[in-house]
């Protein structure tokens, strides 16, 4: 079956410091691959996606790749905030448009001032 | 517009009750998907919905677990007996057509706790 392993946390760094979170997977067919976030106190957001093999996403300064030969999703951040301490999930779905998600097991950081 | 709301936010009931939780999908949007976050399991998926096509049950770990959706909006999710082992966070996400990315907007969760 579909599944998505991603780093343990948590990760703790300081402001301005450098964020990568490991994520892989693998699927039965050819997915759709996804950074979600989970800000405390708040309901999941989608941060980033990327469909196709090469593709990159990107949004509020992160970043990651589908490198379909490694099967991997890495998120990456050049500089963190405060702000950014959240759990970050990484997902995938197959198949048809709008189909289920499967997540990893989510990483947690906290950013430090 | 208005995103996902979920009823209640929180919830607590005795072992062998039965409960339901409620979603509100995004007005338009033709699929819809529960999700439940437990410390122990992480994010898994339970059922999915897509227009009046049969819903994907595939996610449900037991019987006990059951979910409607009526007229296309609001969906119920029902669990009866509940156990300790339910207690988990229950997520609901809507998402409208391919051609709109059919990205998955998340409700705030119902927290259910099994006592």
């Known amino acids: 079956g579909d599944s998505v392993t991603q780093m343990e946390g948590p990760v703790t760094l300081s402001e301005e410091a450098f964020l990568t979170i490991n994520c892989t997977y693998t699927?039965?067919?050819?997915?759709?691959l996804f950074w979600y976030v989970q800000y405390p106190g708040e309901g999941l957001q989608l941060l980033l996606k990327?469909?196709?093999?090469?593709d990159k996403g990107s949004n509020k300064g992160f970043e990651a790749t589908y490198r379909k030969e490694t099967t991997s999703f890495h998120l990456e951040k050049g500089s963190v905030q405060v702000s950014d301490s959240a759990v970050y999930f990484c997902a995938l779905s197959v198949g048809a448009a709008g189909n289920k998600l499967t997540f990893g097991g989510g990483t947690r950081v906290l950013v430090k001032p | 517009g208005a995103g996902v709301s979920q009823s209640p936010s929180n919830k607590v009931t005795e072992k062998g009750k039965d409960v339901e939780l409620r979603c509100d999908p995004i007005s338009g949007h033709t699929a819809l998907y529960w999700y439940r976050q437990s410390l122990g399991q992480g994010l898994e998926f339970l059922i999915y919905?897509?227009?009046?096509?049969?819903?994907?049950k595939s996610g449900l770990p037991s019987d006990r677990f059951s979910a409607e959706r009526t007229g296309g909006s609001v969906s119920t999710l029902t669990i009866q007996r509940t156990q300790q082992e339910d207690s988990a966070v229950y997520l609901c996400?809507?998402?409208?057509?391919?051609?709109?990315?059919?990205?998955?907007?998340f409700g705030p969760g119902t927290r259910l706790t099994v006592t």
């Open positions: 996400a809507s998402s409208g057509r391919p051609e709109q990315g059919n990205e998955q907007y």
């Open positions: 699927a039965t067919g050819y997915p759709s």
């Open positions: 990327a469909t196709k093999a090469d």
């Open positions: 919905f897509q227009g009046n096509s049969a819903p994907d």
